[in-house]
């Protein structure tokens, strides 16, 4: 069993930057592919950025390539999501979730099929 929190949250300015962290317990963390997802209030739970077992295959939602920067540190068994030049329309609850991952390069972004979720952490971005 693979407990999951974030931390790093918060309300910032449009155009401001936040880091998001993600701390892993419980399991062999680079077993697992890593993702990070977000949900708006009355939205559905959407992919944001996700990264393989070691790190070597990332992958961005358009909405957010060029601004958000994943990695993670399998050592501290931590994930990470830098998030610059904030947008309003960044706002929602953001989490991070774990997928058992055979395969090193593997990535998955249908937050359907992750086994593991955090509790969230709420970014607020004003304009």
């Known amino acids: 069993q693979v407990q999951l929190v974030e931390s790093g949250g918060g309300l910032v300015q449009a155009g401001g930057s936040l880091r998001l962290s993600c701390a892993a317990s419980g399991g062999t963390f680079s077993n697992y592919a890593m993702g990070w997802f977000r949900q708006a209030p009355g939205k559905e739970r959407d992919v944001v950025s996700c990264i393989s077992r070691y790190g070597s295959s990332t992958y961005y939602a358009d909405s957010v390539k060029g601004r958000f920067t994943i990695s993670r540190d399998n050592a501290e068994n931590r994930l990470y999501l830098q998030i610059n030049s904030l947008k309003p329309e960044d706002t929602a609850v953001y989490y991070c979730?774990?997928?058992?991952?055979?395969?090193?390069?593997?990535?998955?972004?249908?937050?359907?099929?992750?086994?593991?979720w955090g509790q969230g952490t709420q970014v607020t971005v004003s304009s």
């Open positions: 979730a774990a997928k058992e991952a055979y395969y090193s390069g593997t990535l998955y972004h249908s937050p359907r099929v992750y086994d593991y």
